[in-house]
């Protein structure tokens, strides 16, 4: 199995850099986004494993390259869960990080309950055939207005107990040791470890 290079299956440009920094570890190339192809894959499976694997497989065809895809979002408990899937969509199709932000608080107003998780599932499709997952989560809590000016998405109104801060308010160090996506890439790095991907 080879695993010099992949491209990030992603056109979110912020999480193609937030991916890209924490895989530094593992002496892989990435492939910068302006030298990939990219695809428009339509994420409409009913899990965050299922997106991630539409857009591996499909970045991996249209690269031919192996392919990291990411699907990622926030669950929050009073909501029965939501926006989950539907996180960077949430306000609408073309929704903008304050926008969703905006409809979250308007969702939250005069609940007391706003325990929250934060999800990841990545999957990366090998040219071979094979494939490896791994998930991520990290538990907080929504505040009731934003706080901090870094990270995207839901970042400003996510409050991390393990940092005592939002993930806006986080350096992206900070933030990849407890993230989602830092604990889904660490769990990822393992299992590339185990199989010696080299």
Do not use: W
């Amino acid at each position: 199995m080879n695993l010099k290079k992949l491209v990030i299956a992603s056109n979110n440009k912020k999480k193609r850099e937030e991916i890209e920094n924490i895989l530094t570890s593992l002496n892989i190339e990435v492939v910068p986004a302006e030298q990939t192809i990219f695809v428009d894959v339509v994420e409409d499976a009913d899990t965050f494993s299922g997106n991630a694997k539409k857009k591996a497989d499909a970045f991996l065809q249209a690269n031919q390259c192996a392919a990291l895809a990411d699907d990622s979002g926030l669950c929050v408990a009073a909501l029965n869960g939501a926006p989950g899937v539907y996180s960077a969509r949430f306000a609408g199709e073309y929704a903008s990080d304050a926008e969703n932000n905006t409809k979250l608080l308007y969702e939250l107003h005069g609940i007391q309950d706003r325990t929250a998780y934060f999800i990841c599932a990545l999957h990366l499709s090998l040219p071979d055939g094979s494939e490896i997952t791994a998930e991520g989560r990290v538990e907080g809590y929504i505040l009731v207005q934003e706080t901090g000016d870094t990270g995207f998405g839901y970042d400003p109104l996510f409050f991390c107990p393990e940092l005592n801060k939002t993930f806006a308010q986080a350096t992206p160090q900070e933030k990849a040791s407890v993230s989602h996506r830092g604990r889904a890439l660490d769990l990822l790095q393992q299992k590339i470890t185990l199989l010696d991907i080299k």
